[in-house]
């Protein structure tokens, strides 16, 4: 009896594992089968494992015909009458002979009552206690049986579908690697957490990671094709792994110079203006990415405008990232689950801007139990919800934010600041369904913001937006992902600082979307995703009216208009030697504007302007109106020069149909977003980069180089005094031109010590040229002159230092060359008055920009019995209080020459921000 | 909260200045007034501002219909001429041509001559600025124009301000010191009450082009703050209104956001401004400026006292007590005015401008449309 148990013991260490419910109900078909066939099939039905003897069961075969029962309930008919007898053992299924497994423990009392403490941090060992006890301990590695004897088999070789999933939350891992070191092949987990491998039957070793997360060993025993699903645990301690950017494991399979990842939990201790974390703010801190400044939420990343970047939250397109004038992200922190920034090479589903793409994957609902988190900072506080509605397969995750900022603002003397009133608040939430082979998701999201300047102005914006998203395995190899998506963006200006030409303007735009995404895995060697979109965008510009009694201003429509655009795409991901990786694609969009709409014709030869009209076509409704053709070619060959360090060299190629409407750096809350129409052709970028990534396994540190060279053509520059307010005819206001641009990004990262951060260093160009041969349709004669983003020399250090399991300090350091201007070289006097003559475009700079930020984060206590944990953050933004100028200007109407800078945070702002979440230091 | 964190500072960059000067030329042909002036000058360097006049250009004015007037050099880069009003009729157009002493020419385009209503009405409101910096917060008036113009006026409109106030010195001269101690009886009042007139260097612009009537209440004009003598003894403004071109109002208009940026978080490029000159002789060399034709109309307010509102100015007079006597004023100082007292000279030594209110910029010669 005592070896039985035993035996049962060590096949049970793996048992863990395994989330599925011995409840589940399952078909059953079984003609003359052996028992182990039959437990094979239970297993692959309900996830539900056997345990048994061999010598139990030899002689036994098993029919059986039966619907919708429970996997325990059809073992026990299997062994009917044979003296053995099933019992439960953490839903999974143990035979014994005539006995049942006790499942529970008598009860116990200990005789101290007090709460323990969770154990002591083993980071505090030494490097030499570690190798110690490493060297000492054996590797227990667990093995995983796939498939059966005589099951399928492709030429030879077994489809595997492997499944990743947190062991604690049931939430699928994205992005997680799996190692198999027999083939040195390898492959990462998409959404759902599923991947595949391809493999000869036999046995192999694999190691599943992904950052935050405990690595795990495991030997695979291949019969057949068949499935598996692994959980991992997440690291107890908060151990800061901010980007994984060439890291080895990563890069096994990822060929993607230019991307780069950002993990949640690091930047929580990270110092943040006012408390809250801005994902989109840390990520500017990364090499080839430049945050516009305070107060404005774009980013530049390697010198392209800020409207080339596409912003996805759960497929979801969001066209206005920020809160209150770009001082806070429209997301929640808290419910992101994974940050992608894609700048060197875009995959090929992605299309449609020309810079980067910033993917945002939200955190599923808890399948296991019910949590709560929440945070409360000086301006804003926001909770989240989350747990099972029905355990293991259907779960729900809440969160909501909002603020109350008005006190600060009545603080203010100024009488115009403190009559003011800003408000914003956001929500998200989203149902997550599981099965075994379909996964669904519906999520939706919500933001809102308002603000009132006195009486002079007043705005709200909001976005909206939703998904519905089917993942589907057709086979072990092939998985389909379905989405329908809706997005939308509006905002109402209301203009009253001259009352006789108050203005009111509703804006709204939609962004409808179907695409279908399909990963096939040929083998190890190769895998082909491919799929296409359609898209249906509907813009209505509104009109501009007279706002109060006494505005005389005359209504102008401005128009609305709609655009189409389909894209197919097809790529491929070739692996010649494990060193070598090839991923080639392409993706092809029609793009068309569509009716209804007038178009003018213009005097070829003549400024674009209302005096020159030659005639107008009217277009009817859904008639397209000038058909693009777009095709993108993507690639990306990545060479591994040896175990330490690769070399990734990518071309990529965008096109982009949406241009955002801002004649100035920073982007306005009421920004319009214009289509491309048969006068603003769209842009299109070609860019080439070559990365060289290294390990210094010794030091810990982590170090890559990337230069790059990029060209973009029809970019639209807006002329002098441009307005979208006056005319539904954009064409008249716009000019297209050719940008170029060039760097050199440096990171060196240091993960998983108590001195941890990263050092970027970035040089880079951008120019911009708009010559259309005459002075009318060119900007600074048409010579090349730096861009407004063209930003030579940055530096960001970020640094953690975990003085304890509960206290750590973070910094935040930035340097960055000061932005182009425009400064005036001479004067001139008309009537005695002093006038400017201006310089070439962005001849100058304005001062250079240096701030540092830091920020202690303390946690609570380390009970292991606990309610509720809590943490506090102590941050100060811009720490030294230097007033770094955000612009330069001057004056000249009282007569004199005065140049002022302007800056927009010329105070250290110190916050205290309350954390909270259910359960200990530990949880999630 | 940018209010609360955000912050402006005096700032001067160092720029290298342009060593190129360019043209400039400016000027208008006015209906409603009687000298026409073209004025020809060079950019100066933004290190050194100054202006720099060019002397010794021929200036011609001509019109559409063949009629060519030519202007007189004045000197300091004014060239002048008076044209009879029957030339200047609404709907004619006219153009400048400049010969530079390098031989240059310098063509403007036509400008065409709008018509002009007369300005409405010019008041004042009590206005109190607060502003979280101290030096920033103001106590004073600002004053506001009425527009109305009938549909066959013009739609833009240019407005130039000139105020002129009235101000005093604080003393009388009564005695003097040259050696001896001279007693003027009566006190001498002649350089007591001046003057001053200054034209708003802010530039006023409006178009009507996108409202549905040719009129707009409560354009701002100048602000007057409770700090300077302006309003202590009576304050005229006179405003001038300029129906202008379409062109031109782009011009001034242009000019005026360039010379009122405001910086902030929302800053636009400056402005490249175009004016409608060019240089035929060397077409890639760039002319500054713009010639116009408008028409004027004018009206004058006169303000005694604004009710509730205390001045806090200051009035530029040193004395110094002279312990040891008249003895201690040097020579060079002569003649050296003395506070009086009604019993004769006190030992303090008055600063000139204490006694002479020509000194601060006016004049004493009284303004005839100035009230008795």
């Known amino acids: ?924 | 909260m940018l209010a609360f964190s955000s912050c402006v500072k005096i700032y001067s960059p160092k720029i290298e200045g342009a060593d190129l000067n360019k043209y400039v030329v400016s000027g208008q042909i006015t209906l409603g007034e009687d000298t026409q002036t073209v004025n020809v000058s060079l950019t100066s360097s933004i290190n050194k501002p100054t202006y720099i006049p060019l002397l010794g250009c021929t200036v011609h004015i001509l019109d559409n219909k063949d009629n060519t007037f030519p202007l007189v050099d004045m000197g300091n880069g004014d060239y002048s001429t008076m044209i009879d009003p029957k030339y200047m009729v609404p709907g004619k157009a006219f153009k400048v041509v400049v010969i530079v002493p390098d031989g240059d020419s310098i063509v403007s385009d036509y400008d065409t001559l709008s018509v002009v209503p007369p300005v409405d009405s010019i008041y004042y409101l009590r206005k109190d600025i607060v502003s979280p910096v101290p030096y920033q917060s103001k106590v004073g008036i600002q004053f506001y124009l009425d527009f109305k113009g009938a549909n066959s006026d013009s739609r833009y409109y240019k407005w130039n301000v000139y105020e002129t106030w009235e101000y005093h010195a604080e003393y009388p001269l009564e005695y003097y010191y040259d050696g001896t101690v001279h007693h003027i009886f009566p006190p001498d009042y002649s350089k007591f009450t001046c003057w001053d007139t200054r034209k708003i260097p802010e530039v006023f612009t409006l178009s009507t082009e996108n409202l549905s009537q040719n009129v707009y209440n409560n354009i701002p004009l100048q602000y007057v703050d409770n700090k300077t003598p302006k309003l202590a003894n009576g304050y005229s403004m006179l405003v001038e209104q300029l129906a202008l071109s379409k062109e031109a109002y782009d011009y001034w208009d242009q000019l005026r956001i360039n010379s009122t940026q405001q910086g902030g978080l929302y800053e636009k490029q400056p402005i490249v401004i175009k004016g409608n000159l060019r240089d035929i002789t060397h077409p890639d060399k760039e002319v500054l400026g713009f010639f116009g034709a408008a028409s004027a109309s004018f009206k004058r307010i006169f303000i005694s006292q604004v009710p509730g509102l205390t001045l806090n100015y200051v009035i530029p007079c040193t004395t110094i007590v002279l312990k040891r006597g008249y003895i201690m004023i040097p020579p060079s100082a002569y003649p050296a005015a003395l506070m009086a007292s009604q019993n004769g000279p006190l030992p303090i030594w008055l600063s000139q401008i204490c006694v002479n209110c020509l000194l601060q910029g006016g004049t004493n010669v009284k303004p005839s449309f100035w009230p008795n």
């Not at chain 1, 943040?272 to 939420?297: F, N």
């Not at chain 1, 759960?314 to 004038?325: A, E, R």
Request: charged share 20%; aromatic share 12%.
């Open chain 1, 1 to 924: 009896m005592k070896k039985a148990f035993l035996f049962i013991t060590l096949l049970l260490i793996s048992v863990w594992m395994f989330a599925q419910s011995a409840e589940k109900l399952m078909n059953c078909h079984f003609n003359n089968v052996s028992f182990e066939k039959f437990c094979n099939e239970v297993f692959q039905e309900t996830g539900v494992r056997v345990f048994y003897q061999e010598k139990w069961v030899k002689n036994l075969k098993i029919n059986l015909n039966a619907n919708n029962i429970t996997a325990k309930k059809a073992v026990s008919i299997a062994i009917e009458n044979t003296g053995l007898k099933v019992s439960e053992w953490n839903n999974n299924l143990v035979i014994l002979p005539d006995t049942r497994l006790i499942t529970s423990l008598p009860p116990y009392h200990p005789e101290t009552a007090n709460e323990g403490s969770i154990p002591e941090n083993t980071q505090k060992m030494t490097a030499t206690e570690e190798r110690y006890l490493i060297g000492r301990k054996p590797d227990v590695i667990h093995t995983i049986k796939v498939g059966y004897e005589g099951g399928p088999l492709t030429n030879g070789k077994a489809s595997i579908l492997g499944r990743v999933m947190d062991e604690e939350t049931g939430e699928p891992v994205n992005f997680a690697t799996c190692y198999v070191e027999e083939t040195k092949t390898g492959s990462i987990s998409g959404k759902n957490g599923f991947f595949t491998l391809v493999l000869k039957p036999g046995n192999y070793t694999v190691t599943i990671n992904y950052m935050g997360y405990q690595a795990r060993k495991y030997m695979l025993d291949i019969l057949s094709g068949g499935k598996f699903i692994v959980t991992l645990r997440k690291t107890v301690y908060q151990i800061q792994e901010f980007v994984v950017h060439g890291d080895r494991q990563m890069n096994v399979t990822q060929k993607d110079p230019g991307i780069d990842k950002i993990s949640m939990r690091s930047i929580k201790q990270l110092p943040m203006m006012m408390g809250e974390r801005d994902i989109l703010k840390v990520s500017g801190t990364l090499p080839g990415i430049v945050s516009t400044g305070e107060g404005s939420s774009g980013l530049n990343v390697r010198g392209g405008g800020s409207d080339q970047n596409a912003f996805y939250i759960n497929k979801v397109p969001i066209f206005n990232t920020s809160h209150l004038f770009g001082f806070f992200p429209a997301f929640n922190s808290d419910i992101i689950k994974d940050f992608s920034v894609y700048k060197g090479y875009i995959p090929a589903m992605y299309g449609g801007r020309l810079s980067s793409v910033f993917n945002i994957m939200t955190r599923q609902g808890n399948m296991k139990r019910f949590t709560a988190h929440g945070g409360v900072s000086p301006v804003a506080a926001n909770l989240e919800i989350e747990g099972p509605i029905k355990k293991d397969v259907l779960s729900f995750i809440f969160s909501g934010r909002s603020t109350y900022s008005d006190w600060i603002l009545r603080r203010v003397k100024d009488p115009t600041i403190s009559s003011s009133s800003a408000n914003f608040y956001d929500y998200t939430g989203e149902l997550s369904y599981n099965a075994q082979k379909t996964q669904m998701s519906l999520f939706f999201y919500h933001s809102y913001d308002h603000f009132r300047l006195s009486t002079l102005d007043d705005y709200n914006y909001s976005n909206n937006g939703a998904s519905l998203d089917i993942s589907h395995n057709l086979t072990n190899s092939l998985r389909a992902d379905f989405s329908l998506i809706a997005s939308q963006y509006g905002f109402t200006t209301i203009d009253q600082e001259q009352l006789p030409s108050a203005y009111k303007q509703a804006y709204k735009m939609g962004h409808y979307e179907v695409r279908a995404d399909f990963t096939k895995t040929i083998s190890n060697y190769n895998t082909l995703n491919f799929g296409g979109d359609a898209v249906l965008r509907q813009l209505d510009r509104g009109n501009v009216i007279p706002y109060g009694t006494e505005s005389l201003l005359i209504p102008v429509a401005l128009g609305k208009e709609q655009g189409f655009s389909g894209s197919l795409y097809l790529s491929d991901t070739y692996n010649p030697s494990p060193v070598l990786s090839i991923t080639a694609g392409l993706r092809y969009t029609l793009y068309s504007p569509l009716g209804p709409s007038t178009v003018y014709n213009y005097v070829p030869g003549m400024p674009v302007d209302s005096r020159y009209v030659s005639d107008s076509v009217t277009y009817g409704n859904n008639v397209p109106i000038h058909w693009y053709s777009e095709p993108d070619v993507r690639a990306a060959v990545k060479y591994q020069t040896d175990e330490n360090g690769s070399v990734k060299l990518a071309f990529n190629q965008m096109h982009q149909n949406l241009f955002m409407l801002n004649n100035t750096i920073a982007i306005s809350p009421n920004v319009q977003w214009k289509l491309a129409d048969s006068h603003i052709t769209p842009s299109k970028s070609n860019q080439i980069s070559l990365g060289v990534y290294r390990t210094l396994p010794k030091s810990g540190m982590e170090a890559s180089v990337e230069i790059y060279y990029k060209e973009e053509s029809g970019y639209p520059e807006f002329k002098d005094g441009a307005s979208f307010l006056d005319s539904p005819h954009v064409e008249t206001e716009v000019l297209q031109g050719k940008e170029k641009g060039y760097g050199v990004e440096f990171l060196l990262k240091r993960s998983n010590k108590r001195l941890a951060g990263w050092l970027s260093y970035t040089y880079s160009r951008s120019f911009m040229m708009v010559n259309g041969g005459q002075t009318w349709n060119s900007i600074n004669n048409g010579e090349t002159y730096p861009s407004n983003y063209d930003i030579p020399n940055v530096v960001n250090l970020v640094m953690d230092y975990h003085l304890s399991r509960r206290v750590t300090f973070s910094t935040i350091m930035t340097y960055q060359t000061g932005k182009p201007i425009t400064y005036p070289v001479s004067v001139y006097y008309i009537d005695g008055t002093p006038y400017l003559d201006y310089s070439k475009r962005n001849a100058y700079r304005i001062p250079d920009y240096f701030r540092t930020d830091v920020s202690m984060s303390i946690e609570g206590n380390l009970k292991r019995h606990k309610l509720v944990h809590s943490s506090f953050v102590l941050s100060v933004y811009n720490l030294t209080g230097r007033k770094n100028p955000y612009s330069v200007y001057f004056n000249t109407s009282d007569g004199g020459i005065t140049g002022y800078s302007y800056s927009v945070i010329g105070v250290p702002i110190f916050t205290v921000t309350w954390n909270f979440k259910l359960g200990n230091y530990a949880s999630e």
